[in-house]
């Protein structure tokens, strides 16, 4: 199996500030990572995703780094906003089955503060 | 832009009840997904279904769950007999493929009293 845990529960940054928050994984057969953002009473909304096949992907304002010799990823969030408090967690997948499950962490709450 | 839709926002029920808790996933997606968040705690998956049967269970999954897609376009997750631990959100989620980005519903938020 797989099980998946953030690094701090907890983040406040200041407003424009870059933010970085942490994850890792346990079983280095995970192929497929997610990072999530949930807001309060809100389902997961998708961020960014990325393969094990890749150390680095960008969109916008996000970037996702994957270190696969630790299983550990992080998500960093360029400039934040306030818009960008919420929980973020990061989900695994592994390569087992047709319809795979996603493996959760705990999520972090991360407080943008003026 | 599509989303994944789930009714009703809110369910409350006694102990013992059935409840269906439904869902009506992206149109062009294939995989279904339900999963449960306990207040306070991780998403935890339940049950993905595709091609009209259950790919994958966790053992929270058991015999008083069940999931149908009765039409084209709902899918459902039936308990049979709450329990007061039931008590949680229950999300809905699709995808295209079953090994890519999944999209999840706003929710339904379940109390059995």
């Known amino acids: 199996g797989e099980s998946v845990g953030l690094h701090l529960p907890t983040l406040s940054v200041q407003e424009g500030d870059n933010s970085i928050i942490n994850c890792a994984y346990s079983?280095?057969?995970?192929?497929?990572f997610i990072w999530y953002k949930q807001e309060s009473g809100k389902g997961p909304q998708f961020i960014i995703d990325?393969?094990?096949?890749?150390d680095k992907r960008q969109g916008q304002r996000v970037t996702v780094l994957l270190n696969k010799t630790v299983k550990h990823l992080s998500l960093q969030i360029a400039a934040t906003q306030p818009g960008d408090s919420a929980v973020y967690f990061c989900a695994a997948l592994l390569p087992s089955g047709s319809a795979r499950q996603l493996t959760f962490g705990s999520g972090t709450q991360l407080t943008v503060l003026p | 832009e599509p989303e994944v839709t789930q009714t009703p926002s809110h369910q409350v029920t006694q102990m013992g009840q059935e409840v269906i808790l439904r869902c009506v996933p992206i149109?062009?997606?294939?995989?279904f997904y339900w999963y449960r968040q306990i207040l306070g705690q991780k998403v935890e998956f339940l049950v993905s279904f595709y091609n009209n049967e259950i790919s994958e269970k966790s053992e929270i999954f058991d015999d008083q769950f069940s999931v149908e897609r009765p039409d084209g376009s709902n899918f459902t997750l039936k308990i049979r007999s709450t329990k007061l631990e039931d008590s949680a959100m229950y999300f809905c989620?699709?995808?295209?493929?079953?090994?890519?980005?999944?999209?999840f519903g706003p929710g339904t938020r379940l109390t059995v009293l």
């Open positions: 990325i393969r094990s096949n890749m």
């Open positions: 989620a699709s995808s295209v493929h079953g090994y890519n980005e999944q999209f």
């Open positions: 149109s062009n997606h294939l995989y």
């Open positions: 079983n280095s057969a995970s192929d497929y």
